[in-house]
């Protein structure tokens, strides 16, 4: 399977799954809502680098569109979860999700 | 699926033998002295320059003219005291110097130096039986690696500031960061004018097509993207009249207070290369970079030179224009205040340049679909006036509202 | 080559992922993540998505990670956290379990199901000497005409993005001063 030469395809997808398995542990373990955040962007980064290789590997350009708008919803959705992150720090001095468990601000 | 990894050139198709390395090689290395030579003329130019415009006289004691001035610089300041700040986060205090000379250095890898550019050459040399271009490279997405470089560029600054552990230098990282991701999209979207009328993203595609003045991509792109590119590129590389990141006046130094010795050389040295590697850039998309400068079909032609030598010497007169025109700028103009700064950033250039890209798409499709180009730019242009008012509108009835209900951001 | 090229870049993308995840201090966690991002970009290089590559490095190490670091930077929270104390018991233990077991499931699926994929599509053009841009027209050309809807509701959601962030962000003087 893993022959010396040559990385193939699986090599890729393989990485992208520890990368994942790394961004959920760390969504999981730290508390500091922007490194979740950051962890949550190496998931992405895990499943477009695997598009990326999946696209090479069945020869289809789609893989890569997807990646695209997936780099295009990122930014957005770290745009808003930066709002809210600075607008929860108005009202706080710390920045753990622990102290954010009440819905009233 | 390993065809093309690293750059477009046909010195690297088939074997890679020790001829083609030795002149990747040798290229690198001259990029490399090039690059370290014109920052160090560039700083003694820019003082000597600035001297004459203040009616002093300038570095004048090293060397002829005073033009060794930057090496003595350069020796004294390796030899002092090396001070790493107490509560400074020493392994970034450290990195921070290297993240933003790197960048300076690779972005100069994409400028065409020289070569041949005219009868259709594409500007190719043939050195030692090797057909190669006189740039180290030439990677497939071309003028994109620059934007690229040109925006990981801030990390250096970012960092240096932030690490510093000090309140002065903290700001400079702040309002580096917001201006020079302002700048970008700008920067961006005029580049996208270029772009879109030379249809290829590889330097030394654009260059190729610029073969006269009517040709230059200032002119075909319709000057205000070259206008907007400028002002752009003057704010990413955070010199006056933007040079709020290290406004003596205001921040002490700015993001590098706290460096000294060899670190800030490398800081200096990082901004003048930063320079001189942008007024190249501007030279290439917007002015035939080595292409000799041409008259419809008549071309000044330098005698005894060789066609792919006299592109370098093309190329080194457009660029030092555009030097001169960046120690204009110091000399003249007051820095802005921070506010004036995000307006013209967010309300002028970046609506300016969309407005202008759109205008050319237009005009691009009405070429293809064959449609009456008059019609079509009057149409786009009533479009864009239209879209300003409102735009113009916005603005009028957010200020309303600020003052009636005082809210700040 | 390709084999150098997949170590360099893997090891990058692997260094950055754990530092992101066990540095204290909300920067270095940043730059870690520049460092895969970095690694990823030489990724997609090697896989000929030569745009992607650019548009990784324009937008996420140049506009997302330098926009953590503005918020880091302007909130103040840039102090190292404390991550010796475990707030829930063997919180961590199992987040690791579970993590692993994620990684350990895809990669039993990859490693199993991986003789069905062959080559059935169009085929993603390579960068040759005669067309460097080939990659960039094919995107192009898929984008603007098979998903041209798809990209412009992505306009329209960037758009919504950005005027909810405004809003979020906006603070009038009236809850301020209690008017």
Redesign the interface.
Known sequence: ?FS????TS??????S??????????V?????P??M???I??ML?AV??SF???????????G??V???V??????????G??????I??RRTT?TV?DMSGLKG | MSAVIFAIDPLLEGDVLWTPLLIVLVKVLLVFVVGLVATMLMVWFERKVIAGMQNRVGPNKAGPWGILQTLADGIKLFFKEDLIPERSDRFMFRLAPYLALVPAFLAFAIIPLGGDFRDGKGGLVTLFGHQTRLQLADPPVGVLFALAISSIAVYGIMLAGWSSGSKYPLLGAVRASAQMVSYEAALGLSLGAVLLVSGTLSTAGIVNLQSSIGNWNIVATGFVPFVIFLIAATAELNRPPFDLVEAEQELVGGFNTEYSSIRFALFFLAEFMNTVTMSALIVTLFFGGPQPIAIGNTTLDIPFIPNAIEGTVWLLLKVLVFLYVYVWFRATLPRFRYDQLMDLGWKILIPGSLGWFMLLAAQRVGRDAGWDQMVVTLVTALVLIAGYGLLLAAQHVSRVNREKDGASF | MELFVFVVAAAMVLIGALGVVTRSNPVHAAMSLVLTLFGIAVMFVSHNAHFLAAVQVIVYAGAIVVLFLFVIMLLGVDKAEDLSVEPITNQRPLAVIIGVGISAIVIAAIVTSRSGLGPSGKGVNETTLESPDANIRQLARVIFSDNVFAFELTSVLLLVAVIGTVVMARKTKSVGTGK
Do not use: H, K
């Open positions: 399977m010396l030469a040559e990385p699986t090599w890729y997808l393989v990485l799954a520890v990368l994942f398995g790394i961004g959920t542990i760390g999981m373990v730290r508390r500091n922007l490194i955040f950051m962890c962007e190496l980064n477009n680098l990326v290789a999946l696209s090479s590997q069945i020869a289809n350009i789609d890569q569109v990646v695209f708008f780099l295009v919803v990122a930014a957005a959705e770290v745009v808003v930066l709002g809210i992150i600075v607008s720090m108005r920045l622990d």
